[in-house]
């Protein structure tokens, strides 16, 4: 068998639908974090969905990001109840529940609760309305900064910029200098397809001065 090793393929994006796009993307870009996103509409139904385009915008002030791609050109539920109700709380996603999480990746109508059906505990919030889970090792509270339609049709996204408003951290993976203990925290990342992966070995390489 002729070896591939030193052999590279070259594509353009048009060239490929939008499916074929997605497939290139989420498995070249990998490990990502998953975010499990709490948010209310506008009669106080509390939804719940993983995502994994999600990353930190910033520090200062403290800014993460969250893709939430269209289905049938319409905003998803959670993205529609952050645009309207201009906050959410995002959550760490680790191994001792990760598979409630997927329940939570259901399509439910948007009268339907995913906490509920995935066995989930809702916690109250301290400066926003919309609650967190018990579950989670890191629960952040956020209002909506920005949002931006990125492309058009049923390939649109939301892209949701979040400040963060208040950090709450289980005791085991807050460490006295301000660090996390991410083994601690055991949090998982998506692959592709139905794939994930846990935090594997660790190496450090100092930063040139």
């Known amino acids: 068998m002729t070896s591939r090793k030193n052999f590279m393929t070259s594509i353009c994006p048009k060239d490929k639908t939008a499916k074929e796009n997605y497939k290139l993307l989420t498995g070249t870009i990998i490990p990502r ?49 952050i645009l309207q109700q201009k906050e959410f709380v995002v959550h760490s996603v680790d191994e001792e529940y990760v598979d409630r999480i997927n329940i939570t990746a259901a399509s439910l109508a948007a009268n339907q609760s995913e906490i509920k059906k995935a066995g989930l505990t809702l916690t109250k919030s301290e400066m926003v309305s919309v609650p967190g889970i018990k579950e989670a090792k890191v629960r952040m509270e956020c209002t909506l900064e920005h949002s931006i339609l990125l492309g058009d049709g049923e390939t649109a996204t939301d892209l949701i910029i979040g400040r963060i408003k208040k950090y709450h951290l289980a005791g085991e993976i807050y460490q006295e200098d301000g660090k996390i203990d991410y083994y601690a925290l055991n949090t998982v990342s998506r692959l592709a397809g139905s794939d994930y992966t846990k935090l594997g070995k660790q190496f450090s390489i100092q930063r040139p001065k």
């Not at 509390?46 to 800014?63: E, Y």
């Not at 990001?65 to 993205?79: C, E, F, V, Y």
Request: aromatic share 8%.
């Open 33 to 81: 974090p998953i975010a499990f996103v709490t948010s209310s509409n506008h009669t106080g139904v509390i939804n719940g969905a993983p995502f994994s385009f999600f990353n930190v915008v910033s520090a200062d002030p403290p800014m993460i990001s969250l893709a939430i791609q269209r289905k049938d050109t319409s905003p998803k539920d959670t993205a529609r109840n």
